[in-house]
Structures are given as structure tokens and as C-alpha cells.
């Protein structure tokens, strides 16, 4: 099973994310808030993010960063606001832009899709 790095900053969420990716078998790190998503990507074999942490020119930072620190493996963002990120750069930098609420079988699947 993949090494999965969630990004949240919102905490119910996050930890809804770590029990749900944890229950089918994958291994979890948390990065609250976005603290630690530099240090804990170059272990990550996928990497879940929220756009907004806490807005969307951060997340935005955060996709650059990420990229720019090299890594390189597959990158899912969540948000609630997708218009935020579409035709932009930072659009071409991720895998998969999903939209809250995101149906927990799709989510899934997505997961199975990139990490195998």
C-alpha cells in the first residue's frame, strides 16, 4: 500500500482522511495546516491537499513549493473552489483537481488509480 501525505487545515477533515486512507490498508502522515508538506513529500508516494491553507495563494505557494523541492509524484487537491486553480500554472503541477464534498468511492479510486 502507498505512503500518503494529507495536507488539511481543517482538522475534522483531516482526520476523516487519515482514518478513511488508514482503514484500506495505506499508510498515513499528517501535515496539519500544511506544516511539515515540504519535509514529508520526499517520503510521500502521494500527496493530498487541500487548495485553502488557509486561502488559496497559499495552497498555491504550497504546489509550487512542493514541485520546486522535487518532488515529483502524484499530487491530488481538494477544494471547494476549483475555479481558484483552473488555468493557471500551478493546474498543470497537480494530478488530480477533485471537488468537495469529494464522494468517498471516487476518492478511492483516484488513490488505487495513482499509486499503482
Known amino acids: 500500500m ?17 482514518r478513511l486512507f488508514e482503514t484500506v490498508g495505506h499508510q498515513v502522515v499528517l501535515a496539519p495546516g500544511g506544516s511539515g508538506l515540504m519535509r514529508g513529500a520526499s517520503n510521500a508516494d502521494l500527496v493530498v491537499m487541500d487548495l485553502r491553507i488557509p486561502d488559496a495563494g497559499r495552497g498555491m505557494d504550497l504546489i509550487r513549493g512542493l514541485r520546486a523541492s522535487g518532488y515529483a509524484g502524484p499530487l491530488v487537491l481538494l477544494s471547494g473552489w476549483p475555479d481558484e486553480i483552473y488555468g493557471t500554472p500551478e493546474e498543470q503541477m497537480v494530478s488530480r483537481v477533485m471537488v468537495k464534498p469529494v464522494p468517498v468511492p471516487e476518492l478511492l479510486h483516484v488513490i488505487d488509480e495513482l499509486t499503482t
Not at 3 to 18: F, G, T
Open 2 to 18: 502507498a505512503r500518503i501525505l494529507i495536507a488539511e487545515d481543517d482538522l475534522d477533515q483531516l482526520e476523516m482522511y487519515a
